[in-house]
Every structure is written in C-alpha cells, then in structure tokens.
C-alpha cells in the first residue's frame, strides 16, 4: 500500500473495525476514524493515538488516501458518500483484513460459535510458542490486554465474519470451521446457501495449507464430500483425528484428555467451564500440531488462558451476588452459557437475555423457546436492534409469551421496566448468579447492578428483600 498514508474508518468503534484500525496505525499508518457513539474501543484508539470523530460528517474523511467500512455502515452514509465524490477507494472491513494477511501466513477461524474464544486459544498457543503472532480477535484478550496485535512474525490469525460471506475474501494457509447452525439467513436465505457459503471458504486454502474442521457439527460433517483440499477433524467423534475424552467440568475449569488418531497424547485444564470449551482447545491443538508445536506448550498456553471480554466474564460480586456477562446471542450459544454455568456454580441461576436483531429472533424463534432451560429465573429486555427496523409480531413479548406457553412460569417480561436494576435488586438474593445474556448493551444491566450493590446502603434493604422473598 505504497501510495497510502492515511487510512480512514467509519465506524471504527466495532471491534472487527478497531482491531484492524490498531494494527494498522502500529505499521506507521495515520489512522483516523468516526462513530456514532463513544466506546471503550474508540477511548482506547483515541489513547493511542488515533484521531476520533464522534458523529459522521463529510468533513472527516478529508486527508484521507482510503475510506475503510464496516458492513453495519449504510452506503448513504454523509462520510461514504463524500468519499465516493472525491473517488477515494471504499473498502470493505473483510477486504483490508484480507490485505493485511496477504502478506502473512494466514490462519482464519470461522463458525457459527465459538470463533472469538478458538481465535484467541491459537493466537495464545502461538505467542507461547515464541510465534509472536498478529491477531485481530472479536473480544478483548484480557491476557494482552486488547483486541488485536501487531506481531513480529509471518503468523496472522483472525477471526473472519460469515455474516455477509465477506470471509470468502480471505485466503489463510490455515481455515478452521469450529460448527455450522442456522444463522444470517436474512442475508443467507436457505441453510443450504449457508453450507455452501462455508465449503468455499474451505476450498479457498491452497494446496499447501489445511483446513481443521469441527467434524462434531452435523452441517460440517455433511460437507466432507465436497472438501477438495487437505484436512484434519476434531471432536469428540470416535472418528475426529484429534478427540477430546474423559470431559470434566469442576468449578471454573474444564480438564480433559487428548487422543490423537487413537493415541493419549496427554491431559489439558482450561481455566474455563463448559464442554464446548474443551473443543475450541481442540481446535487450538489442531492448529498447534499443523504448525509444529509442542503439545506441552499449547497444554501451557491453554492453562494459562485467562478468557475474554464479555465471554463467560466474571464482572465482580456484591450482597451475596455473582455476577457474570456473556456474549451468547443464538439458542445453542445461550444452552452451552447456561450448561456451564450450571455445572460451575451451585447457585440458582438469574438470567437477564437481550434478544439480539429482529431479524434473529425471526428465523430462529422456536428455538430460543427451549434454549433457556437451565435457568431457574429467566428476565427478558427488549430486542437490540443492530440498526434493524422493528418486525410486526417479533418481539421479546412475543417470546415471553411463547415461553410461558411453553410451560417457563418463570420468565418475566423487562422490557419497558423504567428501573430494572432496582427490580433485579428486589428480586435477586444472596446466592444467587446473575448472568445478563446478549451481544447488543445487555451488559451494562450488570454494571449498574453490580455498582449499585456494592453501595452498603443499600444491604439491609436487600437483606430485607430476599428473606421476605424466601420465605414465600
């Protein structure tokens, strides 16, 4: 990019966009960006030195050699267009990622779940290995303290966006597909085109690379057929190259054993609950064997992982409380949340969900009626929309009155609720996990939960509460 200088993002405050807008400006680009809110990530690229503009004005893409954009911005958008009027290049978020790891080894994790936790076990077994990876993850690895890295090697690993099929931009030496479940299909349309969308990917490695593939999802497992390039499987199918065996959750981590093509290779503990963790480590140690390493270093890496933001995160306890934030906003994401949480604490369960797009609780509605069986209490907020415009008959009133159809007598409706914290408060007790549950703000519920209890006046009152409620 010899002629570019100045490199300009609207919306830079999305992580995919941030993380990129970082790694960029720690090559020795001037990196500026715009939002329509500030955030932790643009507060932390203002830090560093990138200049941020708060609200989208024509102004702010003067100077610029390139016009970055993510796929959440519309093509009217006052920055866009004038970017179009001065013929400045408007590149998509996927196609500058694509650039910057054209020149790297590339290693691409995509799925429907799991890709922001897989993305950051093999970037954490990479720098435990001496690799000195770049990355740009969805979440913030609170190990290196941010969401993306500029390394010193020829590693890049990424976390790549099935959403809009701009993954089908990358080309990685190495393509990993944790699972495929029905998602985007208000982009997608059939789950056909979804499968379809997920072999190109695959088939995109080149003749040198492989693609590690989850062969315990039923939509992975059907596209063998079609592979045309080499692979390797994990899982906890009798026939997965790489298996994990003898899963145990105990508290806050997950302790396994790993057979490799019939083989105990050795043992691993994650610091983290959940049987859907000990197959994204699976995946990190299938990366890891691609490439040479040590199964003791990536058994040490995974040892010492020590998570991501907003995924399975322990934000802090208050009044007898735990309070916990996760990003699960699809069915099977919120059932394997609430199995972990489950297996790792022996509390009743609070669950505070924020439905997220319309378009999500449209097409996967009668699932999210049975996702939520591993809450003792369950408090529905209103749909985060993403920038979508509202549905008739798509609602979180809609699906709390399908759940309590269903036979869920404890799920109540939050929406509209003009002080929800203090509602929580009432009806939350010493003993209790409250877990809030979406990838809109749903988050900041706990936040202010979490400040409002650590307040000692308000202790005899919440004492007072939870006895009364008791002993009903």
């Known amino acids: 990019m010899g002629r570019v200088k100045h490199i300009h993002f609207v919306g830079i405050g999305g992580v995919g966009m941030g993380g990129i807008a970082e790694v960029l400006l720690n090559q020795g680009y001037a990196v500026s960006g715009s939002d329509i809110a500030a955030n932790a990530m643009t507060q932390r690229l203002q830090g560093l030195g990138v200049k941020i503009a708060i609200g989208h004005n024509p102004q702010h893409v003067q100077g610029a050699d390139v016009v970055v954009v993510s796929s959440a911005v519309a093509t009217s958008n006052p920055e866009v267009e004038a970017a179009r009027q001065l013929r400045l290049p408007i590149v998509p978020r996927a196609q500058m990622l694509a650039e910057l790891m054209r020149f790297h080894r590339g290693i691409a994790i995509a799925g429907t779940h799991g890709k922001t936790t897989t993305t950051s076990l093999i970037a954490s077994v990479l720098a435990e290995a001496g690799l000195d990876p770049t990355f740009v993850i969805g979440g913030r690895l609170n190990q290196a303290g941010t969401h993306a890295r500029l390394g010193a090697s020829q590693y890049f690993v990424a976390e790549a966006d099935e959403s809009d099929a701009s993954f089908l931009l990358l080309l990685p030496t190495i ?12 982009y997608y349309g059939t789950m056909q085109r979804v499968r379809e969308a997920y072999l190109n990917f695959i088939n995109r490695v080149p003749f040198y690379g492989i693609a590690v593939l989850g062969i315990d999802s039923i939509n992975v497992r059907g596209l063998l057929p079609a592979i045309r390039k080499p692979i390797v499987t994990y899982g906890v199918s009798p026939d997965a190259d790489l298996r994990a065996e003898e899963i145990v959750i105990g508290g806050l981590s997950t302790r396994f054993e790993v057979i490799h093509k019939g083989e105990l290779v050795g043992r691993v503990t994650i610091p983290l609950p959940g049987h859907h963790l000990a197959l994204n480590a699976l995946a990190a140690i299938s990366v ?8 003791g270093i990536a058994a040490r890496a995974l040892a010492a992982f020590s998570g991501i933001s907003r995924r399975f995160e322990i934000k802090g306890a ?16 919120v059932r394997a949340t609430l199995r972990a ?12 969900f924020q439905p997220h797009r319309y378009t999500r609780l449209r097409d996967l509605f009668d699932d999210f009626l049975g996702a939520f069986d591993d809450t003792d209490v369950l408090y529905l907020m209103e749909v985060y929309a993403a920038g979508e415009d509202p549905m008739p008959d798509v609602s979180a009133r809609r699906l709390y009155e399908g759940m309590r159809a269903r036979g869920h007598l404890n799920v109540h409706y939050l929406a509209g609720e003009s002080e929800p914290v203090l509602r929580l408060i009432r009806e939350t007790a010493d003993g209790d996990l409250l877990i809030t549950l979406g990838a809109g703000d749903v988050y900041k519920l706990g936040e202010d939960l979490l400040a409002l209890l650590a307040q000692a006046r308000f202790t005899a009152f919440i ?10």
Do not use: C, M, S
């Open 175 to 186: 393509a990993v597909v944790t699972n495929i479940d029905p998602e985007h299909l208000d």
């Open 288 to 295: 890891a064997f691609q490439l040479g390493i040590d199964f």
């Open 318 to 333: 208050a009044a007898g409380r735990i309070i916990l934030d996760d990003y699960a906003h699809h069915p099977e994401e």
């Open 341 to 352: 949480a489950r297996a790792a604490f022996q509390r009743r369960i609070v669950t505070v």
């Open 463 to 472: 004492d007072k509460e939870g006895t009364e409620r008791r002993r009903v």
